[in-house]
């Protein structure tokens, strides 16, 4: 089974700033990833696909790069809504999974 | 516009079994798999089960393997999955989703707002 590491956990910043988050997988997952992003009390949202591939809908400061095992998402000039916690997951082969998680909260 | 639509989430004993359903509307339920996806209260994200589009496949998570049981009515646009042996640590927000569908588009790309099950004596 495919296992998904995120870091970090926890990531302290501001409004305006850029911020990388990181997940790597256990194996190749060629680009099979996808990013999303969870507000308390919902249903989790997308917002990359195929590693790199923008959600319709979704603002162009989200991007996503990676192929293989590393993968990063990438916020520029964080925006209040983007305060939460955001998810990397696989879809390369059963079972998918996910990484842990990175809780974005401002500084 | 698309719309997943969980219930049957509630308290359960440990042993006891429950099933829950997931109504789908706004798009052909028929020709998509359909996923079981849940979250322990405070915790990650946690692949359950897939189902293929003509119930045909289905696949789970090594900790529901054997308890777990997914399945759908494409003629009531409907998802269920049956949990027996049900365990605390099966307490969770359970989440259906959609996959795009085509090709190598199996990402989630629509979630319905989740029931959550716990599991306490």
């Known amino acids: 089974d495919i296992q998904m590491t995120q870091s970090p956990s926890t990531l302290s910043a501001s409004v305006g700033d850029r911020v990388t988050i990181t997940c790597r997988a256990s194996?190749?997952?060629?680009?099979?990833l996808a990013w999303y992003q969870q507000n308390p009390g919902k249903a989790p949202k997308l917002l990359i696909y195929k590693a790199s591939s923008l959600e319709s809908g979704v603002p162009s400061r989200f991007s996503g790069s990676g192929s293989g095992t590393e993968f990063t998402l990438t916020i520029t000039s964080l925006q209040p809504d983007d305060f939460a916690t955001y998810y990397c997951?696989?879809?390369?082969?059963?079972?998918?999974?996910f990484g842990q998680g990175t809780k974005l909260e401002i500084k | 516009q698309v719309q997943l639509v969980e219930s049957g989430g509630g308290v359960v004993q440990p042993g006891r079994s429950l099933r829950l359903s997931c109504a789908a509307s706004?798009?052909?339920?028929?020709?998509?798999?359909m996923h079981w996806v849940r979250q322990a209260p405070g915790k990650g994200l946690e692949w359950v089960a897939v189902i293929s589009s003509d119930g045909n496949n289905k696949y789970y998570a090594d900790s529901v393997k054997g308890r777990f049981t997914i399945s759908r009515d494409n003629s009531k646009n409907t998802l269920y999955v049956q949990m027996n042996s049900l365990r605390a640590e099966d307490t969770a927000v359970y989440y259906c989703?959609?996959?795009?569908?085509?090709?190598?588009?199996?990402?989630?790309?629509?979630w319905g707002q989740g029931t959550l099950v716990t599991v306490s004596s």
């Open positions: 706004g798009f052909t339920f028929s020709t998509y798999p």
């Open positions: 989703a959609r996959v795009r569908g085509g090709p190598n588009s199996n990402y989630f790309d629509y």
């Open positions: 997951q696989h879809y390369n082969s059963y079972p998918y999974s």
């Open positions: 194996q190749s997952i060629s680009s099979w």
